[in-house]
């Protein structure tokens, strides 16, 4: 059975960090690059970065680079996002997903989701 | 960057009916990298479509996948009370990421 499992959310106040985990059991973590999506609460769904196999490349969407980092460590089968400078609007449930090449780089797996909010 | 824009926000229909939700690209996108999500409240979202037409595994053949260019289309044959959900659709874009409609509400009339 393919299981993400996200940890590392909670509360945090404006300007604080959080380091997001996702372990990943049941596939060849290695063989995939992997992905964050967050959801703001009532709203839709926003890619944050990418990562590919090995590490060597990363992506990030506009409103979080500079602030935030990808990360994978293969050997334990966990993708990372380091999370720096969290403002109100990066309150939202952060997901990780594989990305599936031969799938025209959907996601075909996802986590459940960890929730992070930032307030004072 | 490519917009998604899924009209309408949300379609209220009865168990039973066919439906066609609508995806709309800014500018033309390869049919290759168009998927289709499924998301229940409180849920993970789902890969029901992806290379705009392909069922991903598992997914029941009342869902298909269609369109080209700007315009796609999900549709399902005949809604089970099951399928009343949040619907999107993504594209991906190489190292600008993925792009997702804003989804469109499936709800129960």
């Known amino acids: 059975e393919v299981q993400l499992v996200e940890s590392g959310g909670g509360l945090v106040q404006p300007g604080g960090s959080l380091r997001l985990s996702c372990v990943v059991s049941?596939?060849?973590?290695?063989?995939?690059?992997m992905r964050w999506v967050r959801q703001a609460p009532g709203k839709g769904l926003m890619w944050v970065s990418h990562?590919?196999?090995?590490?060597?490349?990363?992506s990030y969407a506009d409103p979080v680079k500079g602030r935030f980092t990808i990360s994978r460590d293969n050997a334990k089968n966990t993708l990372y996002l380091q999370m720096n400078s969290l403002r109100a609007e990066d309150t939202a449930v952060y997901y990780c997903?594989?990305?599936?090449?031969?799938?025209?780089?959907?996601?075909?797996?996802w986590g459940q989701g960890t929730l992070v909010t930032v307030s004072s | 960057e490519i917009v998604l824009t899924q009209p309408p926000d949300t379609l209220s229909l009865s168990p039973g009916e066919r439906v066609t939700l609508s995806c709309k690209a800014s500018?033309?996108?390869?049919?290759?990298?168009l998927a289709w999500y499924q998301q229940k409240a409180g849920q993970a979202p789902r890969l029901l479509i992806y290379?705009?037409?392909t069922r991903a595994t598992g997914i029941p053949d009342r869902f298909s996948g269609g369109g080209s260019g700007t315009d796609f289309t999900l549709t399902i044959s005949r809604l089970e009370p099951e399928d009343f959900a949040v619907y999107y659709c993504?594209?991906?874009?190489?190292?600008?990421?993925?792009?997702f409609g804003q989804g469109t509400r499936l709800d129960i009339k």
């Open positions: 049941g596939i060849t973590f290695s063989s995939h690059g």
């Open positions: 997903a594989r990305i599936r090449g031969t799938y025209g780089f959907s996601s075909d797996y």
């Open positions: 290379g705009a037409s």
């Open positions: 993504q594209h991906y874009g190489g190292s600008t990421g993925i792009t």
């Open positions: 500018q033309s996108v390869s049919s290759s990298y």
């Open positions: 990562i590919n196999t090995d590490g060597s490349s990363t």
